[in-house]
């Protein structure tokens, strides 16, 4: 089969590969119909994620069941599945209390819970982003989708990005009516403000500084503060009379920067604790790395973040991290799209076959105009 493999620092190839295959009695293997580029595909393919060459990206999956293992007894060939990008077990202490991200069993290295497709430190497992793919725990990780095409580029958003922007909004104790700060207009931030005003939120403030993601802040009937025209902080602080907001989202990562691309690890965690009022909840999404050896400063190396501790600790707020459990949310999200409310699809900017993949990771990666979210075809 044809996928696309890591071959080095902003170095990506698509080659011929051996075939997804059943390996355990639980497994699957699905044809993907739809995977698409995520925005932490780009720190692998920018070489600071510590990756292996030759790995298999890929995990945001959507297809159609091609084969189960003997032990699969829900879901059948033929089926349309959405694969959620965490890889569960569906039986230990962290799934049964619902933290499919925090998987206790799948992640074969000592000391490490979770795993995901295609993904750096996240397991052995290969990418979706591939004529096909194989599924561990198929029983338990599959969500089943209505068969046809119907709602294909707003369903493969289910995978990942529109749970993880619902999460960032559930990790900082949004309440109906609350004033919300996303910070990143990326596909993951643009779910969480399409998230917030599902939730009920009274106003949302998008944080970025690219003109066409701003512009789809817009559409979603949300404020659009573009940091490179001042500090984002004062500019909701105008805004809001001086009171900031409820609750606030993080949803760029440690590769946060300043409008001239400099980057400062700290910068958005310090934005998010001046913003939020005071007891005031935040929900970090983007990704934060335990060791970073490309990093500018030596205690950024090591994973660790001056950030305004003392300040968040004052202020009594609170803050929630991690990968999102997709399972907590992807079939409300997927029900929510059916009946009308969701309609995650208005962020998809390109659609390519699998061999224009290296376009597609260019593009993204540079956040050229227009490039907001890129879905592959196999
Ligand atoms: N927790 C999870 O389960 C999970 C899942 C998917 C993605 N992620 C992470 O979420 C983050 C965002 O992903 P994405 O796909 O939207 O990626 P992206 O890189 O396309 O979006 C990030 C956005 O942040 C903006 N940004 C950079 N510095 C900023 C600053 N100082 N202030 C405001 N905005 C700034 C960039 O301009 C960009 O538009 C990444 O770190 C990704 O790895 C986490
Ligand atoms: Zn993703
Ligand atoms: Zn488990």
């Known amino acids: 089969m044809r996928a696309v493999v890591y071959r080095g620092t902003k170095k990506i190839a698509v080659e011929e590969v051996p075939d997804a295959s059943i390996q355990e009695a639980t497994d699957a293997v699905i044809r993907i119909t739809t995977t698409n580029i995520c925005g932490s595909d780009l720190h692998m393919y920018e070489g600071r994620a ?16 091609e084969e189960v293992g ?39 290295v000592e000391g490490m819970q979770g795993s ?15 004529e096909y793919l194989r599924v561990p725990y198929a029983d338990f990780n599959l969500l089943e989708l209505p068969e046809g095409t119907e709602h294909e580029n707003d369903f493969t958003m289910l995978s990942d990005i529109f749970p993880t922007g619902w999460h960032g909004v559930v990790l900082s104790g949004f309440q109906p009516g609350d004033r919300v700060a996303v910070f990143g207009a990326g596909p993951v931030g643009l779910m969480a403000a399409h998230s917030a005003r599902i939730m ?3 106003d949302v403030f998008v944080v970025d500084q690219h003109s066409d993601r701003l512009d789809l802040v817009k559409q979603l009937d949300c404020m659009p ?8 902080v004062e500019q909701i602080m105008d805004a809001t009379q001086g009171l900031g907001t409820d609750v606030g989202v993080e949803a760029v990562g440690w590769q946060a920067h300043d409008p001239s691309g400099d980057e400062h690890p700290e ?44 300040d968040f600790f004052t202020r009594g707020q609170r803050m929630g991290t991690g990968q999102a459990p997709v399972k907590r949310y992807n079939r409300q999200l997927r029900d ?8 995650p699809s208005f962020l998809v900017s390109h659609e390519i076959g699998l061999d224009e993949a290296p376009t597609g990771y260019k593009n993204f990666d540079e956040r050229d105009n227009g490039w907001t979210k890129v879905l592959l075809k196999p």
């Open 200 to 202: 009920g939120a009274s």
């Open 50 to 65: 510590g990756v292996e060459e030759g790995k298999i990206l890929g995990h945001e999956n959507m297809g159609i069941v």
């Open 70 to 108: 003997a032990g699969v007894t829900r879901v059948k060939k033929g089926d349309r599945v959405s694969v959620p990008f965490n890889i569960a077990c569906g039986t230990c202490r962290s799934c049964n209390q619902g933290w499919t991200s925090f998987c206790e069993r799948v992640n074969p």
């Open 267 to 310: 910068m958005v965690l310090d934005n998010l604790v001046q913003v939020v009022k005071v007891h005031g909840g935040i929900g970090v999404v983007g990704v934060y790395v335990p060791e970073d050896p490309g990093a500018g400063s030596d205690l950024a190396k090591e994973g660790r973040i001056a950030w305004r501790y003392g």
């Open 116 to 130: 995901a497709y295609g993904y750096a430190n996240m397991g052995p497992y290969d990418g979706g982003q591939a």
């Open 336 to 343: 929510l799209i059916i009946q009308g409310t969701a309609k």
């Open 225 to 232: 503060i573009d940091f490179s025209a001042g500090d984002p």
